[in-house]
Every structure is written in structure tokens, then in C-alpha cells.
């Protein structure tokens, strides 16, 4: 499994970006899939997820304005991100479990939970 990211950038505050995941060795209908992110001093945090019947979640701070989809054709993992603040500056990071659902147990998976990550792409908003 390889994930590598991309579409970091700066923007101002109010601006939008889309991010990509190049998912390889990874087949949707058989992994759970996430985007991730931390900001510096800050521990990794849960921004959205998506996995094989394409449910999603979106944590509290971003709903509404950020949404998660995959392209199964490119095998591609996306993140649109409209009206970005400075709060959400971070590295943004890809990445996927060998699950069909993104939770077990009645509890969804935590960071640790997932195996594969790619790289990182830096998103910085400005005010």
C-alpha cells in the first residue's frame, strides 16, 4: 500500500483546496480511508472518513465545510475544503485500514487504528 498526497497550499482565510490521496495497492470496497491532520504542538486529530458503502463522518469543526470522496476510477481519496480558517492550518495526512467500515465494536477506529499513511501535505490559511 502506497498514499501519496497532494493540493497543500496557502490560502486566506474564506478560500478553498482541494487535497488528493494517489492510493495505490488499496481497493476501496475493502478499506476503511481517512483524511488526518496536526498542526504543530498539537496531536494528530481525526478530520473525516469514508468507508465501502462511502460513509462518512466529519469531525465537529469541519462540517459543513470540508467533504470526503473517492474516485474509484483514479483511485484517488479526495478533501474538498471550503471556507478554511486559520484553524485549520495543519499537515494534512492520508490514510487507510484494511477494514470495510471505519469502526468495530460500536466505536469508530482512533488514529492508532489505522495502518497505512502517506507523506503529508501542508495547509496553511492565512487571516
Known amino acids: 500500500v502506497q498514499l501519496v498526497e497532494s493540493g497543500g497550499g496557502s490560502v486566506q482565510s474564506g478560500g478553498s483546496l482541494r487535497l488528493s490521496c494517489a492510493a495505490s495497492g488499496v481497493t476501496f470496497s475493502r478499506f476503511c480511508m481517512g483524511w488526518f491532520r496536526q498542526a504543530p504542538g498539537k496531536e494528530r486529530e481525526g478530520v473525516a472518513t469514508i468507508d465501502s458503502d462511502a460513509f462518512t463522518t466529519y469531525a465537529d469543526s469541519v462540517k459543513g465545510r470540508f467533504t470526503i470522496s473517492q474516485d474509484k476510477s483514479k483511485n484517488l481519496l479526495n478533501l474538498q475544503m471550503n471556507s478554511l480558517k486559520p484553524e485549520d492550518t495543519a499537515m494534512y495526512y492520508c490514510?487507510?485500514?484494511?477494514?470495510?467500515?471505519?469502526?468495530?465494536?460500536?466505536?469508530?477506529?482512533?488514529?492508532?487504528?489505522?495502518?497505512?499513511w502517506g507523506q503529508g501535505t501542508q495547509v496553511t490559511v492565512s487571516s
Open positions: 490514510a487507510a485500514v484494511q477494514s470495510r467500515y471505519c469502526w468495530s465494536g460500536g466505536r469508530f477506529y482512533t488514529v492508532d487504528r489505522y495502518d497505512y
